[in-house]
């Protein structure tokens, strides 16, 4: 017998108290009293996500749909995303486009395809992702050891040209040299530059297809914890600032964050093979970039 069966059986006009009808229906009193939350209208919907967006303007239809949940409400992004429509608010966070190809680009074939990466230096991921500050925006470079989740270099620039993800690569040849450096078809990493220095360091080039942001689905996912852990709540005013905190994180990042996908060893660990003791000192060229 459902729910709504047993509830219309009762009736408070039975001699036969509503406490023994319950029992006898196995139904719990709180169970028939209960009356679910009537949904808000479109209008009250509408009301919630504005004052969510004035509060936290930089929130996406995603991150609206979190807190209406947080809060208690059934909703799902679909119905966020249509209402922010026809209400006309979107997040201010800015999305500029940072994998631009050039015009005379050089583009190599993919080379990690079905290639286990087993070891450190056997294949380098580069990407650029943005940062916006009071005084602009600028745009951090970063290359990570595939293997180990090591941040090998990076470089915090005004602009996206090549020559800041040259000065990134060559803070990671301080390290080590890969056998590969994969990269997105962007402006910088399919220019003669680029492609030139690669080949001079006896360093195989690869280019992912168009489109095939999983390719480089480590530095994204790096990208997403310094975000989340650093940028988006130090809230850096100017570049210089900027730059001496992203550094301080990417040594933490390196050295003394555990990581999941590790199991629970830091990057380091993994990179040099080995655990080393704090203090211990290496990596102070990445405090330069």
């Not at 168009?210 to 975000?227: L, Q, S």
């Amino acid at each position: 017998m459902s729910l709504d069966q047993k509830r219309a059986l009762i009736s408070p006009s039975s001699k036969l108290s509503i406490r023994c009808q319950c029992g006898l229906l196995e139904l719990a009193r709180s169970t028939l009293y209960y009356k679910p939350p009537e949904l808000p209208d479109e209008t009250e919907w509408m009301n919630l996500i504005a004052d969510i967006h004035a509060k936290w303007p930089f929130y996406g239809y995603r991150k609206i749909t979190a807190v209406l949940m947080r809060e208690g409400y059934t909703i799902n992004t679909k119905k966020v995303r249509r209402l922010m429509k026809i209400m006309g608010i979107r997040s201010i966070l800015p999305k500029p486009r940072t994998s631009i190809p050039g015009k005379e680009s050089s583009v190599y074939p993919y080379l990690l395809r079905d290639l286990p990466i087993n070891r450190p230096n056997q294949a380098w991921g580069v990407d650029i992702t943005y940062i916006r500050l009071p005084v602009g925006m600028v745009y951090l470079f970063a290359l990570i050891d595939l293997h180990s989740r090591y941040i090998v270099g990076w470089h915090l620039g005004v602009t996206m040209e090549a020559c800041h993800a040259l000065k990134a690569l060559e803070n990671g040849l301080k390290i080590a040299c890969p056998e590969i450096c994969n990269a997105d078809q962007g402006a910088q990493f399919t220019s003669v530059h680029w492609v030139t220095f690669l080949v001079s360091q006896g360093i195989k080039v690869s280019h992912t297809g168009v489109g095939r942001c999983i390719d480089n689905v480590r530095i994204e996912r790096f990208w997403w914890t310094i975000k989340f852990e650093n940028i988006h709540i130090s809230a850096y005013e100017t570049v210089a600032e900027a730059r001496e905190g992203i550094a301080k994180f990417i040594k933490y990042y390196n050295e003394d964050r555990p990581h999941q996908a590790l199991k629970y060893k830091t990057p380091q660990e993994l990179y040099f093979g080995q655990r080393i003791s704090r203090g211990a000192p290496f990596g102070a060229q990445l405090l330069a970039a």
